[in-house]
């Protein structure tokens, strides 16, 4: 029997099957890797078989890489007793130029980070926040489903020479009642039409599941976060609670900018000896939050120095630090957007204020706004 202080067990999981890999630091080896069937039992054999082998008092440390499993198979571990991390993946070493990828080696990786500690590992929410999560983004991808239909009717019209005239924007009561009365062949008439139902039932969806949302903020864990945060220009009910079922611990964030960073809003760099080069944004983080945030700074862009009734009535629920702390923030993510976009493009603009919002997401959230 070798006796092992602890045995990091590194896990490739696919829907199909988990590959496991356990190594010691001892020494400094992978001296088992097996293919399982993806089951929580499977693992939990597996580790009774270990410490058959190596000692009751093994500390087993397990981890896998964020992905299509989310946080069910973590969870269930942790029900068992046996420690699990999940790992970001962008935080993993890159695959070597020519090496051949397999899930043995995948799994061989992850136990070496876990070793190691050179991973940074994902934080689990609490189950209402993960609940919460999940019908924000079912939301989100009606909206997405939406654009798309917007898209497949514009195109249609356009294709066959219909044309909206009577106003400047589409999408209005008017250029709506427009497409139900043109006049058309009877197969043109029936796929617009088929197009419109999709357009009617995702409206109606996303109209009601804004409005589970407003309800969902009123609870009294989100309440005061969600009315914070709506201070912002830009900022609805939907992107503040968003915002914070998403990251869940805003304190795990040392700094603002390292909360820019998990949203992959920084900068790249690309550095040599006498060169620093700097890139684009990350895009290294939280996709979701990253889009919103992009999405509010264009609002922002959008607004003027003198606050909307709209902006006003929503501070109104706040304390006037609060207030005043928004306010300050709003006037400089104006300011910048305005002057990016005049001297670049407004993508950058956008870019760069998204970054300016997050990190005074984070200020309001730690209480920094002093």
């Known amino acids: 029997?070798?006796?092992?202080?602890?045995?990091?067990?590194?896990?490739?999981?696919?829907?199909?099957?988990?590959?496991?890999?356990?190594?010691?630091?001892?020494?400094?080896?992978?001296?088992?890797?097996?293919?399982?069937?993806p089951e929580v039992k499977s693992i939990v054999k597996y580790i009774k078989r270990i410490k058959e082998d190596h000692g009751e008092d093994v500390e087993i440390v397990t981890g896998y890489e964020a992905g299509c499993l989310g946080y069910s198979l973590y969870k269930d571990l942790e029900k068992e007793g046996i420690k699990c991390i999940i790992i970001a993946p962008t935080s993993l070493p890159k695959q070597k130029a020519g090496e051949i990828k397999t899930d043995k080696r995948d799994a061989q990786k992850?136990?070496?980070?876990?070793?190691?500690?050179?991973?940074?590992?994902?934080y689990v929410p609490d189950q209402e926040d993960e609940d919460v999560k999940e019908y924000i983004r079912m939301r989100d991808d009606h909206k997405q489903t939406l654009k798309k239909t917007k898209q497949q009717i514009n195109?249609?019209?356009m294709r066959n020479g219909f044309v909206f005239t009577e106003g400047k924007s589409k999408w209005t009561q008017k250029h709506i009642k427009w497409m139900r009365?043109?006049?058309?062949?009877?197969?043109?008439?029936?796929?617009?039409?088929?197009y419109l139902i999709t357009f009617d039932y995702y409206t109606l969806r996303i109209?009601?599941?804004?409005?589970?949302?407003?309800?969902?903020?009123?609870?009294?864990?989100?309440?005061?976060?969600?009315?914070?945060?709506?201070?912002?220009?830009?900022?609805?009910?939907?992107?503040?609670?968003?915002?914070?079922?998403?990251?869940?611990?805003?304190?795990?964030?040392?700094?603002?900018?390292?909360?820019?960073?998990?949203?992959?809003?920084?900068?790249?760099?690309?550095?040599?000896?006498?060169?620093?080069?700097r890139l684009g944004i990350t895009k290294a983080g939280n996709?979701?939050?990253?889009?919103?945030?992009?999405e509010a700074a264009h609002a922002i862009g959008r607004t003027r120095k003198t606050k909307s009734k709209a902006l006003i009535k929503r501070q109104q629920k706040c304390s006037p630090e609060v207030i005043a702390y928004a306010d300050k923030a709003n006037e400089r993510m104006r300011k910048m957007y305005l002057n990016l976009s005049l001297r670049k493009n407004k993508n950058i603009a956008a870019a760069a204020v998204a970054r300016e919002l997050s990190c005074f997401i984070w200020g309001m959230m730690t209480d920094h706004i002093s």
């Open 1 to 37: 029997m070798n006796d092992y202080t602890t045995v990091y067990i590194g896990m490739d999981v696919h829907s199909t099957n988990y590959t496991l890999s356990s190594y010691t630091r001892e020494t400094d080896n992978c001296f088992s890797t097996v293919t399982l069937k």
């Open 207 to 277: 109209k009601q599941m804004d409005e589970k949302i407003e309800e969902i903020s009123n609870r009294e864990r989100y309440k005061e976060d969600v009315d914070r945060l709506c201070c912002f220009a830009g900022m609805s009910v939907h992107k503040s609670l968003c915002h914070i079922v998403e990251t869940g611990d805003f304190d795990r964030f040392p700094k603002a900018p390292a909360y820019s960073a998990y949203l992959g809003e920084v900068p790249g760099e690309s550095s040599s000896s006498t060169n620093v080069n």
């Open 287 to 294: 996709r979701h939050l990253r889009m919103l945030d992009i």
């Open 155 to 157: 195109a249609f019209c």
């Open 181 to 194: 009365t043109l006049k058309m062949t009877a197969m043109q008439r029936l796929i617009l039409d088929e």
């Open 110 to 122: 992850i136990a070496r980070a876990l070793a190691a500690g050179t991973y940074k590992s994902v």
